[in-house]
């Protein structure tokens, strides 16, 4: 069975790369530092994701029961008639060292940081990884200096290719 291949992927579904992104994480917050993180999944989860429908844009992580989960994650139900159900907004669990567990919660609570997933990526063995970032939120005066930066980088950016 041949199956082609577009833009590193097979008949749409993604084997390694990007499955999810939370773009506004970058844009609201300031990311002081990121680890990865493995994530326990059910298959049509796996399933699902790997068509890339997954949503991060209200996506937090937290503690639970000396765990750390990730909630409200929205992973659709996989609609390939698989018997098994999901439900799409679970709290689904993160794996990390336990060292990697005491320094997150520790920055958490000490210094009032805030633990966001910033994507959702397999890994070259396949496997779901999640990004996390440590991060502060930003003020509005941060915000409106980012917006600022972007833009005076796209107008230089335009500026140079109409000189050449």
Do not use: C
């Not at 992104?21 to 999944?41: C, M, P």
């Not at 929205?74 to 060292?97: C, D, M, T």
Request: glycine share 10%.
């Amino acid at each position: 069975m041949a199956e082609a291949k577009k833009g590193g992927r097979k008949s749409g579904l993604i084997s390694h790369g990007i499955a999810a992104q939370n773009r506004k994480a970058r844009f609201d917050y300031t990311i002081k530092s990121t680890v990865e993180a493995g994530l326990v999944l059910k298959g049509p989860e796996v399933k699902s994701l790997r068509h890339g429908r997954a949503t991060l844009s209200e996506a937090w992580a937290g503690e639970r029961e000396g765990e750390i989960f990730l909630f409200n994650a929205y992973i659709p139900e996989y609609q390939g008639g698989v018997l098994s159900r999901f439900e799409p907004r679970a709290p689904r669990k993160l794996l990390l060292h336990r060292k990697q567990m005491r320094e997150l919660l520790g920055a958490v609570t000490r210094q009032g940081a805030t633990l966001v997933p910033l994507q959702i990526h397999f890994n070259e063995r396949g496997r779901a990884k999640v990004l996390l970032g440590l991060a502060e939120g930003r003020k509005q005066a941060d915000k409106r200096a980012a917006i600022a930066a972007r833009d005076w980088q796209r107008d230089k950016a335009r500026l140079m290719r109409a000189k050449g």
